[in-house]
């Protein structure tokens, strides 16, 4: 398959048609701001359906390697990068594939929820299809609308304010509402960059439920934290390190019961028994 | 029974749910600072009348009052010195100047606006606001003639320069704001020079280049791109500061649903500012409303209604006044009774766009509305009630339904809070 | 669905060559719309630019008659009888006396009401009493003209006079009536030396300048690190100290910047000053700013130009006369511009 898709060939993603997921490797993948290094030599496949945990001690470079997969990190104006990012076997970077239709596949949830304040709920879910150009029918926005906010979690709670303001949600909600709307344009691949960390406890626990429900459709490539929610709703996890001065590598990867139980590396195990970081 | 004292140990009250919670009032102005300051006003004032009025042939209101204003700055000065020492004292008297300085910057405005509005209203009625000069000379009365045409040719002029300078103005912004480049850094220097380039220049410059030549003759067209040339900066940095104020996790989220530039900027970055757009507008209009000196070189004036800015000679309001002012034969002749009319109306134009601008909410348009409608019916009433009365309702209409719209943008957008203007 | 899958994960496979560990150069693929609206945003961009150059450009060219008509003495010559003698010099000098004392006016209650802004008012007055100064910068510059001219005048003549008798024996060409005066209280009798001068005229541009130079110091000011402001009043600190220690070494490129931003704004102002001035053009009595009479560029060009708009060396003439004001009063701005960004923190100007 190609990275490059007609428009129309994924117009209207409905019920049946169900986006299938991608496997999405990095190779040998370096990053820097102006001359700092931060990223050295990142490895790393994110298979399909899988959910994979990027976890370590802050300014490790998780986020950065997150933000290159789906092509932000050429957004800030210094950040240059070496390296293989291929999404079933297509470089990202290297093919001729618009730089918005990668956006498209690999979609992305901040870590705080930034619904657009100028758009309804509603609004806010088809937005990404305004965005990207799609045209979609009426009565096929109502119920891409329900089947996203659906699989979001998000549907029996404002299935009666549908036209209210995307800000006047909860903050649990709000993510949710982004979760929903990063659906509505069927990407293959999620990254989320700590989707968690501004909420509290029960938005949390429900937004990890939607996680495990979306495994199903799409690859999830999660960065957090809590090292418990990366036991709970990861199938792998890498663990990322940064030695002082140096740019941020990993140290392990692999499934996440072999991190959380018996990992290779003393530094993993004393990360995930958290004795430092 | 021993005592048992264990200063070593904190102690701790336990709670007393039966005693009230008490507000403890923090005063920023002491009773002593106040006393003070009553003591040194009556002080100062008796001895400058002893000074002024007895022992010096000295006279006139402003006079006494700078004297009487000095001398409270020394009393108090000594006053707060005997009382709490010298670093006490300077900062009373620096709190008088200071003080002082914010109360003379407000006396002009004040001034201006009641000196216009006193001397504007006599000559103002429903006739004054809907004739024009046609066959009225200068000196005729009052009750003759009228400003509608400069009213007319104001609104079309500055609507003319609206309609270039805001899209011209937008699109520099987003280009400072959402694309960079290399020519971004040049571009928003030259955008602060050249809201300093004086008015005149402006008329100069189109003078130059189009009338001169004669690809345009003198006339609303060319007025208007005079204006719009002053308008283009003003609209340019509001919008470029409202532009920054919107958040840009907007912009990532956007990007990473798959979003081009151009689809992010009009679907999210634009609606979000919208109602900040709308301000920066208003204000590139308040900068130019009243401007007079580039249309002294560019338009010609005129004495009757001319509709067609791009053909006929037109009159604006500032021009009018401006000759008006030139014919004047003295105060309370025609002319000059017409220059203050023209004057108040100009003035309350300047200010209701100032109103808007600065107060977006429904309670501005609501005053305005309500404000502009009861002048309507009292100054209208004997005139022509047939005429007055449904425009008032159509004011009260139009009020209204800008409430409504002001609550749909604010509800809409939260981007303006905070824009400083 | 397994999870054991774990020989899949790769880390550093062996097939896989790592010497190229370099920065690639990115391209960014945009569609055609997205250049279309880049492109488009450029040329707005551009327009601006260019528009500066043309005034420039323009200006110069139709004002070259003039300058070859008239060549260096342009610069010097006072007297103004196109196309015979015509000079810059006067207006200049008469430019440049009001704009002095309309900042020497306005810079004092400037800075004081900036200060009360961000140091004394009560919360609840510091939005209203901004917008009110805001205000005074929107009404419009002929409706302060007239306001002078009827209103103000009298009473400005009243105190030019009352210094002219009792302060002229300061040997300041400023004040005095005539070289040497020794003091002579109750010399003159009537206002008619006092009225339409460049008193007059620096007062009222004075109002004009207020508002803007208040707007930049209020923002310089209420930039003042709050850390410093609470370690000074910790300290014991009266509110006149945290002033003067903090806010005051902390804002004074603003003030500076402020004022030379307001002095541009004076050097332009057209109609305001048309309206009260009477013109003269002798160099020895423009600097008497008390006494009858003034001048300024703009004012003149606004004056002159019914009489001399008919083309030829008269019409150039006021283009020159113009050009030396866009030159000057971009000068000014662009100097002010510098020094108000170097003192605050990356936020650009907002007047």
Not at chain 2, 299 to 323: K, S, V
Not at chain 3, 241 to 263: E, H, T
Request: hydrophobic share 50%; net charge positive.
């Amino acid at each position: 398959m190609t990275l490059v898709s007609d428009a129309a060939s994924h117009a209207a993603p409905t019920n049946d048609a169900i986006s299938r997921a991608s496997t999405l490797t990095a190779q040998g993948v370096s990053a820097w701001f102006g001359s700092h290094k931060v990223l050295e030599r990142v490895s790393l496949d994110m298979l399909a359906n899988q959910v994979t945990a990027l976890i370590g001690p802050s300014g490790c470079g998780k986020s950065t390697f997150l933000r290159i997969l789906n092509r932000m990190h050429e957004l800030v104006p210094s950040a240059r990068l070496a390296g293989n990012i291929a999404l079933d076997g297509q470089d990202i970077y290297r093919s001729a594939a618009p730089v918005t239709e990668i956006r498209r596949r690999i979609g992305m949830v901040f870590q705080k929820p930034n619904p657009f304040p100028a758009m309804s709920v509603a609004e806010n879910v088809v937005s990404g299809l305004k965005l990207c150009g799609m045209k979609v029918e009426r009565s096929h926005k109502d119920e891409l609308v329900e089947t996203c906010l659906q699989k979001a979690g998000l549907w029996n709670e404002v299935k009666n304010r549908l036209d209210a303001n995307g800000g006047a949600l909860s903050g649990g909600q709000q993510q949710r509402l982004c979760i929903a709307r990063s659906l509505a344009v069927r990407p293959d691949v999620l990254l989320m960059d700590e989707p968690c960390s501004a909420l509290d406890p029960t938005s949390t626990h429900r937004i990890e439920e939607t996680i495990a429900e979306l495994r199903d459709d799409v690859t999830i490539v999660i960065v957090t934290h809590n090292m418990q929610q990366a036991q709970r709703v990861s199938h792998y996890c890498a663990f990322f390190l940064a030695a002082e001065n140096e740019p941020g590598r990993i140290v392990e990867a692999g499934t996440t019961d072999k991190i959380f139980s018996e990992p290779d590396d003393p530094r993993t195990l004393d990360y995930v028994r958290g004795r430092f970081g | 029974m021993t005592i048992d004292l264990r200063f070593d140990e904190p102690i701790v009250y336990p709670p007393d749910p039966d005693i009230p919670e008490e507000l403890v009032a923090i005063v920023h102005t002491t009773r002593d600072e106040i006393v003070t300051w009553i003591a040194a006003a009556v002080g100062s004032l008796a001895a400058t009348w002893l000074v002024y009025e007895r022992l010096t042939p000295l006279s006139g209101g402003f006079g006494f009052l700078v004297f009487w204003w000095a001398l409270f700055n020394v009393l108090t000065w000594y006053l707060a010195r005997v009382q709490w020492g010298a670093v006490r004292a300077h900062d009373q008297v620096v709190r008088v100047w200071i003080t002082s300085a914010a109360a003379i910057a407000l006396i002009p405005l004040i001034a201006v606006i009641v000196s216009i509005a006193t001397k504007g209203y006599h000559a103002l009625s429903w006739r004054f606001l809907t004739r024009d000069m046609s066959s009225t000379s200068s000196s005729a009365p009052i009750s003759q003639g009228g400003i509608g045409h400069a009213i007319l040719g104001t609104l079309e002029i500055v609507g003319l320069a609206t309609v270039i300078s805001v899209p011209l103005g937008v699109i520099t912004a987003v280009y400072l704001n959402e694309v960079g480049g290399r020519m971004a850094r040049p571009v928003r220097m030259l955008t602060d020079a050249m809201s300093a380039v004086p008015s005149i220049v402006c008329g100069l410059f189109i003078y130059a280049t189009l009338i001169q030549p004669g690809y345009v003759h003198l006339s609303g067209w060319a007025g208007a791109l005079a204006l719009s040339i002053l308008m283009l900066p003003t609209v340019t940095r509001t919008t470029e500061v409202v532009l920054r104020l919107v958040p840009g996790g907007l912009r990532e989220a956007s990007f990473a649903l798959g979003a081009t530039d151009w689809r992010t900027t009009r679907s999210v970055v634009l609606p979000t500012a919208r109602s900040g757009l709308v301000t920066s507008a208003i204000l590139g209009v308040a900068r130019v409303i009243g401007e007079t000196a580039p249309l002294l070189l560019t338009i010609f004036g005129a004495f009757t209604f001319a509709g067609n800015p791009f053909g006929d000679r037109q009159e604006a309001l500032p021009h009018f006044i401006y000759g008006q002012y030139q014919q004047s034969q003295g105060p309370g002749t025609p002319a000059d009774l017409r220059m203050w009319s023209a004057a108040l109306v100009l003035l309350f134009l300047v200010l209701f766009v100032f109103v808007t601008a600065r107060f977006p909410t429904s309670r501005g348009y609501v005053f305005a509305g309500t404000a502009t409608a009861l002048f309507c019916l009292w100054r209208f009433e004997s005139t022509s009630a047939a005429i007055g009365a449904p425009i008032t309702l159509t004011l009260i209409a139009v009020s209204a339904m800008a409430v409504a719209l002001a609550k749909r943008a604010r509800r809409r957008s939260h981007s303006s809070k905070g824009v400083l203007v | 669905m397994s999870i054991d899958g774990g020989g899949l994960l790769l880390q550093a496979p062996a097939h896989y060559k790592f010497d190229d560990d370099v920065p690639m150069v990115v391209v960014t693929q945009r569609t055609a719309a997205d250049e279309l609206y880049r492109a488009g945003a450029r040329a707005a961009g551009a327009i601006t630019l260019g528009l500066m150059g043309l005034i420039g450009f323009f200006l110069l060219y139709r004002s070259r008659e003039a300058f070859s008509s008239a060549g260096w003495r342009f610069f010097t010559e006072q007297r103004w009888s196109p196309p015979n003698a015509f000079g810059i010099a006067a207006l200049l000098v008469g430019t440049i006396v009001i704009a002095v004392v309309a900042l020497v006016v306005a810079f004092p209650i400037a800075a004081g009401t900036a200060l009360y802004i961000t140091e004394y008012a009560p919360l609840r007055v510091r939005r209203p009493l901004t917008s009110l100064v805001d205000l005074l910068a929107a009404i419009p510059s002929l409706i302060y003209g007239i306001w002078g001219a009827a209103v103000l005048s009298g009473r400005v003549a009243n105190v030019s006079r009352f210094f002219a008798d009792h302060f002229s024996w300061v040997r300041l060409p400023a004040l005095q009536l005539s070289f040497w005066h020794w003091y002579r209280p109750f010399q003159t009798v009537s206002n008619a030396g006092f009225t339409a001068s460049s008193m007059l005229a620096g007062i009222v541009v004075a109002l004009m300048v207020l508002p803007i130079c208040t707007a930049i110091m209020r923002e310089v000011f209420s930039q003042a690190p709050q850390g410093e402001r609470e370690s000074a009043l910790a300290l014991g600190g009266t509110r006149w100290g945290v002033i003067r220690d903090v806010v005051l070494p902390f804002g004074k490129g603003g003030m500076i910047g402020g004022a030379m931003l307001g002095l541009g704004r004076a050097l332009g102002e057209t109609i305001a000053v048309a309206i009260i001035i009477s013109p003269k053009f002798d160099i020895h009595s423009l600097l008497q700013p008390l006494q009858t009479g003034g001048n300024s560029i703009a004012a003149h060009i606004a004056l002159r130009w019914p009489e001399q708009s008919a083309g030829g060396v008269p019409t150039s003439s006021l283009m020159a006369a113009g050009l030396v004001l866009f030159v000057m009063t971009l000068a000014v701005n662009m100097v002010a511009s510098l020094v108000v960004a170097r003192s605050r923190s990356g936020s650009a100007t907002e007047i």
